[in-house]
Each structure stands twice: as structure tokens, then as C-alpha cells.
């Protein structure tokens, strides 16, 4: 009798452990053939990009928004929304487009030089222009609209409704290049201004290969695959975007196969190194550094020798080493060598302690002075004010550290409330514009100008001097820019995940794609309600 209770308790267990990997199994199989989901560690914001640098916005942004034009890793240029390459004119002022005949919205609405146009005009509204206005400044018409003369975009002449001509003020190399971004995404002006309020909260209609399909609880978003879409079809189903308000928990949900795709701080993987030896992680090198950015505007950082004794307080190897565990790369320069190229030489000084006293006493400040520093304390910023802060204490300069919310921060960065503030920028391909446009915002000043001069020109020599002559004054002349490092980014990935071709590591997070390559055929008929039930 005690031997077959044991005989059946072992087939219990037995088939409990059988029950549990094949729940397991079933699990991986689901996930494998429904749906992703991609675990983001931040609070669900808006998803229109009018008004963010936020990668994770481009990420979902650009699964259901499309631009005109597509560029690969290589940096070659193919339509996507147009017939062919637009027609440039001789004098390089004018780009004139054809759209296709197979392309709708979401909405079932085919798209239209109306869209176009409008996508454009309305970056320029003078009460509420878009942050990437800079990047398409160069329209005809643009500047008159910004300053409040005009209301309607000169520079987007519509021929007809799938046929259209942009003109430039004046010739600009890299205008084809921003057509491909996500900033100029083609959207349904029908669509947005029915539901303007709604817009990037709970609607998008765009004709990319994912449509918008619900909010589920308050931070999931549920991405569904356009069955009418132009280009090859997604193999994946389902898109999640679940956002998780702490690291812990993401991984957790990572760790329970509830999440396939989830970015890993730095900072958890030094404290956490055992993460480090999963073979589900991945390493992803981005063009882009972390910098200060000092803003002359507040005291006493409108004093130059103010400036140049923070440049001087800075040890950037103990930095590295303390914040980063040597993960990251020192950076002397803003723009990383991949993209300016050549033996440069380091911009930013070395650490001289003695020499940055002497300029805080000549400045007026022989006791010292002290700032405060508001930070978004979500990321590896706490730990660089941290160690920046007693860098800094040793030449006489006090740093008053003050975690704020992500949202009260950008409120002051928007009203120019921050002495210095630590900027993390980075780009999709080997562009310096798109990595100095951000911090040139203003249209008046000297270097403003000097990045349109390189705009116009088409001698790649001549705009990388003018780069070069940009850093050379930001970091070495006026000390508003200080390089500090550039850093890996971390991802843990499901194995089964990457037998789907997912692309989580460039400005999509995937490219799911039949890899039989055959294009399906655009159905004319009008399935978006019924698709709404799925």
C-alpha cells in the first residue's frame, strides 16, 4: 500500500510538471504566433511626436505613421508612400511627389496631396508649433506662418490629389533625407481634426503596417495588424506596448513570459550584474552622447568663467568608472567619431581642479557658490549629479540636487528654468544635423545660422568644417556643452522572438514580415469596422 502511494504520488508530480511545460509551451506558442509585447520603464504618455524627443514615442509612432520616404542602416533612400524619387528641380528648391494609388489610411480613407500638405502646416501654427520645426523651417511660407503673418503654408503647392511640389526657400541637402522621419509621418487630416483633443492619447490613423486598436487598463496599448495594408504583411498579429512604473516589475513580467521585449537600464545591470550572463541580453551601440548643457541665461552661468571652471572640475574616466562600472565610453567631443570621421582632437579639457578655483575666484565667487538642480531622477541621471556633484564640490561650486517628476521637468525645461541640465541625444543613422539641431533650436543665433549654412550646401567636406567649427565653439569657446560619455543600450529578448525577425534595436521595434516576400494585394473593400471586433 505505501509503495503505490508513492507510485502515485510520483505520477502526480509527474503530471503536474508535464501540465506545467506544457502550459509553458502553449504560452510560447501563443506568444509566438498572436502577439509581442514590449515592456517600456516610464509612465504612458501621448504618442504624437509633435512635441518630444522620446524614442519610445517614435517606436510605436512609427508602426502606425509612415513617412513619404524610407531610409535603411546604409543610408539609402527608397519610397514608401510615393511612387518614385521625387523630381528635384535644378535649382534643388523645388521636390515634387507622386503618391500611390494603393495606399489608405486606417479609416479607410485613401491618402491625398490634402494629408501632405497638412501634416506640414500644421508644424508651423505660430501658437503651437511642433519642437521638429527646425528640421522643415526651410518651406516656403514656414517663417511667415511661425511669426503669426500668414495661417495657411505657401511651400506645399498641391497639383492634384496624389500629386504635389514642395518649395524650399533656399536649396537644403538634407531635405530628402528628413522626409524619411518620423516627424514627417503622413497622416489623416480628416481623421485628426474630427478627433484633435483625442490625438496621440487614444487616436492615431496613419497607413502604416499596425493600426490603432485600444488602451487596455490604463498603461497597455494594444497595436493590431492593418489587414488592407499596402506593403507586405506583419507576421505578428498583436503589438503590446505595456508601461511598467519600475524596472522590477518589468522584469518581472519579462521573467513570467508575460513581456517578450523589454529595454534593461544600466543602472539595474550594475546592480543586478548576473543579468549581464543571460543569454536573452543584447547590446545596442546608438550615435549619441551624454552632455550638460549649460544655459547662459541664469546666473551665474551667464559668467564665461563660471562656465569654463565646471568644464575644468570634470574627471570623465572617474565618471565612467563610478556611474557606469566602465560600460560606458568617455566622450570628448560631442559628435561621435563614426560621423565626423578623422583623428580629431579632444575638445573638451582635462580635469585641472587649481586652475578652475582661480577662475571661480576671478569670477567674483573666492567662497564659492551654489546651485540648484532639478532632475528626473528615472534613469542613470541621478547617479552621474551624484558624482557630478562631488567633482564639482571640490573646486567650490555647490550642487542643491532635487528629484522632481518627469512631468514637472519637462514643464521647466519648457520654460527655461533649468541652470544645467543633462541631455542624452542620439540618431538613427551617422547624421550630425539630427544630433545638433535639438540644442540649435533658436533661429537668431550665431550657430543657428551656421547650421543652415550647412544645411545648403551639398559639399559633405564643407558642412562636416561647419560641425566641427559648431562643437569647437559650443564645447571649447563658450563651455555650453560638455561632453561626458556615450552608452550601451541593453535589451532582453525572447529567443523565440528572434526567429521572428524582430527588429527591437533601430527606430522600429519590429519589421515582422512574411519572409516569403510576396506582396498581398490591397483589398478595396471597407473591413475597418469589422476589424474593430477583433
Not at 534595436?505 to 510576396?518: A, E, I, N, P, Y
Request: charged share 25%.
Amino acid at each position: 500500500m505505501k509503495y503505490q502511494r508513492s507510485v502515485r504520488l510520483f505520477f502526480l508530480v509527474m503530471m503536474m510538471v508535464f501540465t506545467l511545460i506544457l502550459l509553458q509551451h502553449c504560452r510560447q506558442a501563443e506568444h509566438q504566433g498572436s502577439q509581442i509585447e514590449y515592456a517600456f520603464v516610464q509612465p504612458m504618455y501621448n504618442f504624437d511626436p509633435y512635441y518630444t524627443f522620446e524614442h519610445h514615442v517614435m517606436i510605436i509612432y512609427q508602426h502606425v505613421i509612415e513617412p513619404l520616404y524610407r531610409m535603411d542602416a546604409q543610408g539609402k533612400i527608397t519610397p514608401l508612400l510615393a511612387v518614385d524619387m521625387p523630381y528635384i528641380s535644378d535649382d534643388r528648391r523645388s521636390y515634387t511627389i507622386t503618391l500611390r494609388d494603393d495606399i489608405f489610411f486606417h479609416n479607410g480613407q485613401e491618402i491625398n496631396s490634402e494629408d501632405v500638405a497638412y501634416v506640414f502646416t500644421r508644424m508651423f501654427y505660430a501658437d503651437y508649433p511642433s519642437i521638429h520645426k527646425d528640421l522643415y523651417k526651410m518651406i516656403t511660407g514656414a517663417s511667415q506662418m511661425l511669426d503669426g503673418t500668414v495661417h495657411e503654408l505657401s511651400g506645399v503647392e498641391i497639383i492634384n490629389n496624389k500629386r504635389f511640389t514642395i518649395h524650399l526657400e533656399e536649396p537644403y541637402e538634407l531635405f530628402l533625407e528628413n522626409l524619411t522621419l518620423p516627424y514627417a509621418g503622413i497622416y489623416s487630416k480628416r481623421a485628426y481634426l474630427e478627433d484633435a483633443y483625442r490625438w496621440g492619447s487614444q487616436v492615431l490613423v496613419g497607413s502604416g503596417p499596425y493600426r490603432w486598436h485600444r488602451i487596455q487598463e490604463p498603461d497597455r496599448l494594444e497595436l493590431v495588424r492593418f489587414s488592407s495594408y499596402h506593403g507586405l504583411q506583419p507576421r505578428v498579429p498583436r503589438l503590446i506596448f505595456a508601461f511598467y512604473p519600475t524596472a522590477e516589475e518589468a522584469l518581472e513580467g519579462y521573467r513570467n513570459d508575460k513581456a517578450q521585449v523589454m529595454p534593461l537600464p544600466l543602472e539595474r545591470m550594475m546592480r543586478e550584474p548576473s543579468l549581464a550572463s543571460l543569454a536573452d541580453l543584447k547590446e545596442v551601440q546608438r550615435p549619441g552622447t551624454i552632455s550638460i548643457l549649460l544655459n547662459e541665461q541664469i546666473e551665474p552661468l551667464d559668467n564665461p568663467l563660471v562656465r569654463q571652471a565646471i568644464a575644468l572640475a570634470i574627471d570623465r574616466e572617474m565618471l565612467a568608472q563610478q556611474t557606469t562600472d566602465g560600460r560606458g565610453s568617455v566622450m570628448n567631443n560631442y559628435l561621435p567619431l563614426s560621423i565626423l570621421g578623422g583623428m580629431r582632437q579632444p575638445l573638451a579639457p582635462k580635469q585641472d581642479v587649481a586652475m578652475a578655483r582661480r577662475l571661480l575666484h576671478e569670477a567674483g565667487y573666492a567662497n564659492g557658490l551654489s546651485m540648484s538642480i532639478f532632475y528626473d531622477d528615472t534613469g542613470i541621471e541621478g547617479a552621474l549629479w551624484l558624482a557630478l556633484a562631488k567633482q564639482l564640490q571640490a573646486v567650490g561650486i555647490q550642487l542643491v540636487l532635487l528629484p522632481v517628476s518627469r512631468q514637472y521637468w519637462q514643464e521647466q525645461l519648457m520654460r527655461g528654468e533649468h541652470a544645467m541640465r543633462i541631455v542624452r541625444l542620439e540618431s538613427q543613422s551617422q547624421d550630425a544635423d539630427r544630433l545638433l539641431y535639438p540644442l540649435l533650436s533658436s533661429s537668431d543665433s550665431e550657430l543657428g545660422l551656421w547650421l543652415d549654412r550647412a544645411r545648403r550646401s551639398e559639399d559633405a567636406e564643407y558642412r562636416a568644417s561647419i560641425y566641427h567649427d559648431i562643437e569647437v565653439k559650443m564645447i571649447q569657446e563658450e563651455h555650453l556643452l560638455l561632453p561626458l560619455l556615450s552608452l550601451p543600450y541593453y535589451y532582453l529578448v525572447k529567443p523565440y522572438v528572434h526567429n521572428q525577425t524582430l527588429r527591437v534595436f533601430g527606430s522600429h521595434l519590429s519589421q515582422l514580415v512574411d519572409t516569403k516576400g510576396q506582396e498581398r494585394e490591397r483589398e478595396h473593400a471597407y473591413v475597418f469596422a469589422e476589424e474593430g471586433k477583433t
